[in-house]
C-alpha cells in the first residue's frame, strides 16, 4: 500500500490552500492508500528558519517526507512564485530528497496572471529534489474555493480538472507509465 503526504505551505490559519490540501488527501486516501498532511506553518518557527533539522519537529517533519511514495506539494501563489514558508521546508531536505517518489505541484492564487508560477518557480525545485514523476501541475483560482460551515466547496471550473489530476497523480503512484496515464498510446 502506498502513501501520500500533502505538504501545505500557507502561513495563514484559514488557508484556502490546505483546506484543498486536505480535501486531495481524503481522495487519495479512499482509494486504499495512506495519506498525512504537513501544514510547514505548524512547525516551530525557530528552528524552521534557523534551519535546525535535529529540532525533533523538523526532524520528524524529513522524515514523513522520506517515508512517502507520493509528495503533494500546495501553496499559495505569492509575489508571482511559491510560498516563503514552502521554500524554508524544502530547504531542509536532502538533495535528492524526493528521489523515488511521484509529485503533484498545487497552487491556488488570486490572478490567472501566475498561473504559470507554479511551472517556472516550483516545478525546477521538484525535479531538483530528484523527483521520479511530477505529474501535472493545478492551479486554483482563489475566488473558486470557498468554505461554508466548515465544508470546502470548489467551483465546478475547477473541481473536475483537480479531479483530473488526483486522478493523474493516483496513476503516477501506481507506476503507470505517463503515456497510459494521459490515455494515449505509445
Ligand atoms: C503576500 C501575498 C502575496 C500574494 N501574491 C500573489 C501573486 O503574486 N499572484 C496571485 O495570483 N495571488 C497572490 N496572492 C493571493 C494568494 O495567492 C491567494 O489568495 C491564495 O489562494 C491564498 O492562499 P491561502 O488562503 O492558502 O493563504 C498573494 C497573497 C498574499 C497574502
Do not use: C, N, W
Not at 504537513?38 to 520528524?60: F, S
Not at 509575489?79 to 521554500?87: D, E, P, R, T, V
Amino acid at each position: 500500500m502506498s502513501s501520500v503526504l500533502v505538504i501545505s505551505g500557507s502561513p495563514s490559519r484559514t488557508s484556502k490552500t490546505e483546506r484543498i490540501g486536505e480535501h486531495v488527501a481524503q481522495r487519495l486516501a479512499t482509494s486504499g492508500r495512506t495519506a498525512d498532511h504537513l501544514r510547514v506553518r505548524t512547525l516551530p518557527a525557530d528552528a524552521l528558519l534557523g534551519a535546525d533539522t535535529r529540532a525533533p519537529a523538523i526532524a520528524d517533519a524529513i522524515g514523513r517526507v522520506a517515508e512517502a511514495d507520493g509528495i503533494v506539494l500546495a501553496t499559495p501563489t505569492y509575489k508571482a512564485a511559491y510560498s516563503g514558508l514552502l521554500k524554508a521546508f524544502l530547504d531542509l531536505l536532502p538533495q535528492f530528497g524526493f528521489a523515488g517518489k511521484a509529485v503533484l505541484p498545487l497552487a491556488t492564487g488570486g490572478t490567472i496572471s501566475h498561473v504559470l508560477a507554479i511551472d517556472y518557480a516550483l516545478r525546477p525545485v521538484v525535479h531538483s529534489l530528484g523527483a521520479r514523476h511530477a505529474v501535472q501541475s493545478f492551479f486554483l483560482l482563489d475566488k473558486h474555493i470557498s468554505v461554508v460551515d466548515g465544508q470546502l466547496s470548489v467551483h465546478p471550473d475547477s473541481a473536475e480538472p483537480l479531479a483530473d489530476v488526483i486522478e493523474q497523480f493516483s496513476k503516477a503512484l501506481d507506476g503507470v507509465p505517463h503515456s497510459t496515464v494521459l490515455g494515449r498510446t505509445a
